[in-house]
């Protein structure tokens, strides 16, 4: 069974405190079974399996890394995945960015440390459009706006009162 093809979804949370998990095939349904240090069951989930490549990163990923002057647009929650992975072992998490250009998903790629001990991790980071910080600004000035227009109605309004 080791040959497994395929995506497994785990359905759930799963426990802080598992330090592995074993995926098996139970009565034609495939389950997570977490364990702790002391290799004690802490938990169980159900898994869907998906007969496929997803996501197919050599699609992703495809073409050889550009130079470039700026990385792409990012939401800088994801910058903080490594950390959020892999901070439990340790503290010390190098990354090095590869873009394949302008607009194009980032690859995170981690040191030899962390590629043995979880398997050779893969994270793509896929940008925001080149057009995200003038939508905003656009989007921020039409609130900045409704509410000076809503903040010199109401003063309009506390004049008229007082005359």
């Known amino acids: 069974m080791a040959d497994v093809k395929g995506v497994f979804i785990i359905h759930g949370d799963i426990p802080g405190n598992a330090e592995g998990t074993l995926i098996q095939l139970v009565n034609e349904q495939w389950i997570a079974s977490h364990m702790a240090e002391d290799s004690s069951w802490v938990g169980h989930n159900e898994v869907e399996f998906l ?13 050889e890394p550009e130079s470039c002057d700026t990385l792409p647009i990012l939401q800088a929650k994801y910058l903080a995945l490594p950390y959020m992975m892999f901070s439990r072992d340790t ?54 706006g409704a509410e000076m227009t809503a903040h010199d109605n109401e003063k309009a309004a506390t004049n008229e009162k007082s005359c």
């Open 91 to 144: 503290n010390f998490i190098p990354v090095k960015f590869v873009s394949r250009g302008k607009g194009k998903p980032l690859q995170v790629l981690f040191d030899k440390s962390i590629n043995y001990l979880y398997g050779n991790p893969q994270l793509i980071i896929m940008p925001m459009t080149e057009d995200t910080f003038e939508r905003l600004e656009h989007s921020t000035n039409q609130i900045i």
């Open 51 to 63: 007969e496929s490549k997803y996501p197919d990163l050599s699609k992703l990923i495809a073409g």
